[in-house]
């Protein structure tokens, strides 16, 4: 008996000795990539579009298929059987799919902006008309398709199809003064939109968006470039307390050739328009400069008075979302956290409450629409648990629940126009998408694409399971996963490295597939250390008051959490307390920091990617909704910035940036270097020259970044100092 125990441990042994490390080149190069399903895109009735691209031929494809046996129905476009168009990059129907969009040579702008040349492609004659000669923002089909409304240089055009005529409707834009139609940086950033027009369901209006940056104060960055000069980026970009872009609503009147400006009382913001299912009534979303009082105004584009038809108010901040929804009467689906917890509302047109369709100390995560034929709501929410997603339905009257997808993980639905289907993703921690479909009572119906050859190679590495725990400390209870190395033995001590982000609403700790640092966390266990991540306090789908205790304390709370779980996973037999680290990006990064500075007796050494050191430096939306200003709560942002602490720095600090960061300005990073020369405290530093936020773009860029951070981890993480250097120290 004991020589065959000893033969399984010999032939186990072997086993794992004979699988691979993942190394960090694998990470980049594709080796782990997903098989995912191309963006799909909804169409009339039980059918849907995939985009494709021929290597061979580089040409662009659109295929319509069935939702109910999945197999292509047609092709509706094939970019080789056009002359004036290779290949296109994106595709928007009309509103009766007789008719397409098509995008090329698109240049980004900012995180979701782009410029691009555009064409009409007429689907019944395969002819193609190209729709300006210049580089074009947001072409819009009018509903009747008769019409395209787009922006050029900051100003709005409406083109004719039939004649090729072409009115020019706002005429004072002007780069960092006004844009008519789109969204400046901050709203593009912070209220996640870019095209700021709406038409009239009668194509007879066009409702617009304003914005008059005159006062709002510039920022410029130096862009290195390869010239021998190095050039300016140059932009608008209000930082906490300063002005904000002066925003109007206005509609145009295709008929009338006439703009009117609206009135909608006092606000500061206007994050939402669009029209409702009554072509005379447009709806505009305002808040006030603190984001804690919502109004909801309906607007009667004939003669121009409004109403309030819902006023929401918050003691802290009101998140915007895009789930308002109306019904063939007007009356409208809304979404709130008043009660609490994140839930679905249901309200007549006249703004009065009919009923709260989901209930429950829970969060509705996701609304992906009603079927007024059944009456029926289709949402995601947390009810299987905070860290995991699922899909139900519920009746508008809140009645006859139903789970629709019933394995516990991430779930993600993509429904039918009519609600009839859905391909549901699905993963979790050890499991790869696979996309299945559904019909809307929630059947299976088939497997759509799996990652089944991802599973069979990743059997030839060295992987451990991410296991979930909830970690107690004095601040509370927190969600948390941990990483432990090959061949754990609990009898030895391992150092840590803790990694978060930590920021307001969002999630770190969630039951879904690896993304690209899962992959390097895993490499990080082959090198013999632990890794573990905890959501504290501040983060979502928990409910509004764990969500917003931070509230004008931005890094009090969140890193409190962070040093109290380091000291409490310290106390655990196979950690070595004095032994860990920590690492995250942008929020994350200002968190790392702030953690080694006020936690120097638990923190040995940290890693701040693109980080805030002070909310003083970032922008009014995102950084007022959780502080107020600068002016009004001015320990709120001192108490809590890096810069004031770096007298503090015991452990060893490693900080990056990417120098053409839009976002998260490089002055963060360098502020925080001065901060640190000032007190004479050795750190480490990697500058990405022209990277914005994300350090993604150039050649080898993240295979560097990441290289660089593990190297550090080495060298400093669970390397024991000799004697000689503790000498020297």
Known sequence: MKKLLLLFIAITSLATAQKKEIVIEEIWDGTFRTERMNSLNSMNGNFYTLQNFNRESQSTSVHKYSYA?????????????????????????NSNETKLIL??????????????????????????????????QEPTFSPDSKKIAYAKNNNLFVKNLETNEVIQITFDGKKNNIINGICDWVYEEEFAFVRAFEWSNDSKNIAFLRFDETEVPTFSMDIVGTALYPSQQVFKYPKAGEKNAVVTLHVYSVEAIKTSKINIGEYEYIPRIRW????????????NRHQNNLNLYFINATDFTSKV????TDNAYIDIHDNLTFLEDNSFIWTSEKDGFNHI????????????????NWEVTDFYGVNEKTNTIYYQSVE????????????????????LTNTSGTNDASFSKNLNYFINTFSDANTPPIYTLYDGDG????????????????????????EFFTLSTKNGEFNAWILKPTNFDSNKEYPLFMTQYSGPGSQSVSNSWNGANDYWYQHLTDQGYIVVCVDGRGTGFKGADFKKVTYKELGKYEVLDQIEAA???GKRSYIDSNEIGIWGWSYGGFMSSNCLLKGNDVFKMAIAVAPVTSWRFYDSVYTERYMQTPQENPSGYDENSPLNFANLLNGKFLLVHGSGDDNVHFQNSMRMSNALIEANKPFDQAIYPDRTHGIYRGKNTRLHLYNKMTTFIKENLGKKESKLELIKN
């Open 103 to 136: 995008g090329v040579d698109e240049e980004p702008i900012y995180r979701h902006s782009s410029l691009g040349v555009f064409y009409v492609y007429d689907i019944p004659s395969k002819s193609l008309q190209l729709i300006d000669e210049e580089k074009i």
């Open 345 to 360: 509302y249901y309200y007549s047109k006249e703004g009065k409450l009919i009923n709260q369709a989901t209930k429950g």
């Open 567 to 569: 000291k409490e996973l």
């Open 276 to 287: 409702t299912n009554d072509a005379t009534i447009l709806c505009a979303t305002t808040l």
């Open 384 to 403: 299987d648990g905070s860290i995991n997603r699922t899909i139900y339905s519920i009746k508008l009257n809140g009645k006859n629940k139903k789970r």
């Open 309 to 312: 038809v819902l006023n929401e």
């Open 443 to 466: 059947n299976l119906l088939k497997e759509v694409l799996n990652n089944n050859e991802l599973s069979k190679n990743l059997e030839n590495y060295k992987l451990v399971k991410k």
């Open 69 to 93: 046996t999945l197999e292509k129905v047609e092709t509706i476009v094939d970019s080789k059987d056009l002359e004036d168009l290779k290949y296109f990059e994106s595709y928007v129907f």
